[in-house]
């Protein structure tokens, strides 16, 4: 009844993808509120940028591994 549940790599791969897309639209939402408060720090919302663009890094190096090569 309670048997553990095995993912395999592919199925692990694609849970991590989704978690970082969810932190970048996190991190998108934080950098849009700061940008619109009247005392947005310009180091706080170039950090924020900063771990923006690293997810993104991040999203492209799991989706390229996900995505199977075709030669066509």
């Not at 849009?32 to 180091?43: F, I, K, T, Y």
């Given at each position: 009844?309670?048997?553990?549940?095995?993912l395999?790599?592919?199925?692990?791969?694609?849970?991590?993808?989704?978690?970082?897309?969810?932190?970048?639209?996190?991190?998108?939402?934080?950098?849009?509120?700061?940008?619109?408060s009247?005392?947005?720090?310009?180091?706080?919302?170039?950090?924020?940028?900063?771990?923006?663009?690293?997810?993104?890094?991040?999203?492209?190096?799991?989706?390229?591994?996900?995505?199977?090569?075709i030669?066509?």
């Amino acid at each position: 009844m309670n048997a553990p549940m095995e993912l395999n790599s592919e199925e692990v791969l694609r849970i991590k993808l989704e978690v970082l897309r969810q932190e970048h639209r996190d991190l998108d939402d934080a950098i849009h509120a700061l940008q619109a408060s009247a005392r947005a720090d310009p180091l706080s919302l170039r950090r924020l940028k900063k771990q923006k663009l690293a997810l993104k890094d991040q999203i492209a190096r799991l989706s390229d591994l996900l995505t199977p090569d075709i030669i066509a």
